[in-house]
């Protein structure tokens, strides 16, 4: 393996395990999983995995123990500098990503009170330009779990657009950081709610799950390690 210089960070991000510890989708490519993962440990000199969830798998599945001092967990991922709300020209939300069975119902079920469109095959810029011009993000799971799309709420924040979506992992609170689905059926999306739910999630995450802030905590302790 060629050498790496400097100091070289992983982030992971597919889904492995639930909150309640139940195997997601990400298991069933497992075999693949564990050679990139593996091979990544390896190169870098610290690791970080966004789902808290996902700490079974490294723990029982791939028992990784010489490398444990590497891998971290959390969504810290976000800017440290609060992002306002953005204007928009379509008055509904959107859902960007993979279909399934499961989402498909979902969002049809949610449609009978929001319009929504679904945007797939987008991608860098131009799924920015595209996202840029909704009111909201929708966020609905793939399978069925307690889990958290990280990368779809990153976007959303860089955005500048409040989520509505399917209860989330416990490091985000239902209805004070997002808007629960459940709930868009009962209040007002057009009312100060909505600004006031982004604004504690904008406070919320560039406070506690900064990428800087995680940084600066990580890198001393982990820099003479691998």
């Not at 010489?66 to 440290?80: D, N, Q």
């Not at 779809?152 to 209805?175: D, T």
Request: hydrophobic residues 35%; positive net charge; aromatic residues 14%.
């Amino acid at each position: 393996m060629k050498e790496t210089k400097g100091f070289v960070i992983g982030i992971q991000t597919e889904q492995f395990f639930d909150e309640a510890k139940n195997k997601l989708w990400g298991l069933k490519d497992a075999k693949k999983y564990n050679e990139n993962i593996n091979f990544a440990m390896n190169s870098c000199n610290l690791f970080l995995d966004l789902n808290v969830s996902n700490k079974p798998y490294y723990e029982e599945v791939i028992k990784c123990n010489r490398y444990l001092h590497k891998i971290h967990f959390g969504p810290y991922v976000f800017p440290s500098k609060k992002i306002d709300m953005t204007a928009y020209s379509l008055e509904y939300g959107v859902f960007i990503g993979g279909m399934s069975k499961r989402r498909y119902g979902v969002i049809k079920n949610l449609q009978k009170i929001l319009k929504i469109e679904v945007v797939s095959d987008l991608h860098y810029k131009e799924l920015d330009n595209e996202a840029i011009k909704y009111k909201f993000i929708i966020n609905t799971h793939f399978q069925d779990g307690i889990y958290t799309e990280v990368p779809r709420l990153l976007l959303a924040y860089v955005l500048g657009k409040p989520v509505i979506s399917e209860s989330l992992s416990s490091e985000f609170n239902s209805n004070e950081h997002y808007i629960n689905i459940d709930n868009a059926f009962k209040i007002n999306l057009n009312g100060d709610l909505v600004s006031r739910i982004y604004h504690n999630f904008s406070e919320y995450v560039t406070e506690n799950y900064s990428i800087n802030l995680f940084l600066e905590k990580k890198i001393p302790e982990n820099y003479l390690k691998k």
